[in-house]
């Protein structure tokens, strides 16, 4: 079985730019996460997606981040502009629906200079 | 509000070992107990997880010990091996929102 997919992996950008990072979760699962890992931190939720549906986006930065999971498979996160402090690895998961167990990507890797 | 309080945060044993990492939690609502292992350069895999209804759940060698009065649980790994080495999440979740909550994870080395 396929794993969480995300690219790119690695991403070096200056500030005030922008940058996109793209999520296929696993076949089937209905939900799909973003996590903020910043480095010595434990990940932290950003958006979670039902289907193609927002469940929870309390602690997206809205007036930079943006997030879209359109036809409820594969997903975008989007920073525009970025800042020093959103260097971080982004993690996509999913589950088969809300309450199994969550399946991680390997991350993308943003160093924001 | 740091709702999961994960300690040590770092951890170094000797190949064989027992090493030991504590979580807390606050939200009692919290009914699922999730431990994480992350590689370098690696996401967070489900290693074992733990619901409160039981007091410890083993998995080879890594168990969980679970407290519900004291809200706290733990995680030991047996015979530890350097293969091991990695950094450890205790996490959470339950409640209305049901969302997962990690802890701030403890980097383990474990030398040969």
């Known amino acids: 079985e396929a794993g969480v997919a995300q690219s790119p992996r690695y991403k070096i950008i200056e500030k005030r730019q922008s940058v996109a990072f793209w999520c296929n979760p696993i076949s089937g699962h209905a939900t799909l996460y973003w996590y903020q890992q910043i480095l010595g931190q434990g990940p932290k939720l950003l958006i979670q997606f039902q289907n193609n549906g927002v469940v929870d986006d309390s602690q997206l930065p809205k007036d930079r981040f943006s997030a879209e999971r359109l036809k409820g498979v594969d997903s975008t996160l989007k920073i525009q502009p970025a800042k020093l402090e959103d260097s971080a690895v982004y993690l996509c998961?999913?589950?088969?629906?809300?309450?199994?167990?969550?399946?991680f990507g390997e991350g993308s890797w943003l160093t924001v200079v | 509000q740091q709702q999961v309080k994960q300690s040590p945060q770092s951890l170094i044993v000797q190949k064989g070992g027992i090493p030991i990492i504590n979580c807390a939690y606050e939200n009692t609502a919290f009914d699922y107990f999730p431990w994480y292992q992350q590689f370098p350069g690696k996401g967070p895999a489900l290693l074992i997880a733990?619901?409160?209804?039981?007091s410890e759940k083993k998995e080879g060698r890594f168990t969980i010990s679970f407290n519900k009065s004291a809200k706290q649980f733990s995680l030991h790994i047996m015979d530890s091996q350097p293969g091991d080495s990695a950094t450890y999440f205790c996490?959470?979740?339950?409640?209305?929102?049901?969302?997962?909550?990690f802890g701030k994870g403890t980097l383990l080395t474990v030398n040969p």
């Open positions: 998961a999913s589950s088969f629906n809300e309450g199994n167990t969550i399946y």
């Open positions: 996490a959470a979740i339950g409640g209305s929102n049901y969302k997962l909550t």
């Open positions: 733990i619901r409160p209804d039981v």
